[in-house]
């Protein structure tokens, strides 16, 4: 076993290390929080849609009918399992602390959060939305200042204040709210990760 000592010069040294390397792996991936903000944006606003056109009333199967959009979460589940675990070959990104709490707690949450979608969302019925945004704003935040990359933690701050709104504001329009929040809170911070990388290949 290792009891090498380091001074406090050198165990700077060692974080600053290990948050650029994890930095780079999410500028990588900045994609990834494109892709799941256009995807959430695309089912919540196709739930609004489906919801506004009042389906129920052409067929009876109303909840089901709203919920097809929400079966494409299980699809982009699989596409970044399988997204990832090429990257990590082809870029033989180094394993670091931070990367692999990141990448455990963004597993977490989406398993939990789909969890929730497809079997507790009528016991949380108005509640969903918030509950929703709000474990996505710490899962936001915590990766934005594990990288030091403030477009995410303002993002994720402004997705945990969004995600008070439909407390305010009728049932029928909170998938609305929830397509806005994935503008704000994934797909501009996304947008901002791929920029930063380009700038540093430039």
């Known amino acids: 076993m290792d009891k090498t000592v380091l001074s406090p010069e050198q165990s700077l040294l060692l974080i600053t290390e290990t948050i650029e390397e ?18 959430i944006f695309v089912v919540t606003l196709s739930q609004f849609i489906l919801l506004q056109l009042e389906l129920k009333k052409i ?6 009918i709203r919920s097809w959009p ?18 990590a070959v082809t870029h033989k990104w180094p394993k670091t602390i931070i990367g692999n709490i990141l990448a ?46 403030k477009p995410l933690i303002f993002g994720g701050i402004i997705l945990n204040l969004i995600a008070f709104i439909p407390f305010f504001i009728d ?8 397509a806005l929040a994935s503008v704000v809170g994934f797909i501009i911070p996304g947008i901002l990760l791929k920029k930063g990388q380009k700038q540093e290949h430039v």
């Open 22 to 39: 994890t930095k780079k792996r999410f500028e990588e991936n900045g994609f990834i929080y494109i892709f799941w903000g256009f995807l």
């Open 171 to 178: 049932w029928q329009y909170h998938s609305l709210i929830m």
């Open 104 to 149: 455990s707690l963004g597993g977490l949450l989406g398993i939990n959060l789909m969890i929730l979608a497809f079997f507790f969302g009528p016991q949380l019925g108005e509640a969903f939305i918030p509950v929703f945004l709000i474990l996505m704003a710490f899962w936001t935040i915590i990766s934005g200042v594990s990288i030091r990359f």
């Open 59 to 64: 067929i009876d199967l109303e909840y089901t």
């Open 70 to 87: 929400g079966f494409l979460f299980p699809l982009g589940a699989l596409y970044t399992y399988i997204h990832f675990r090429k990257k």
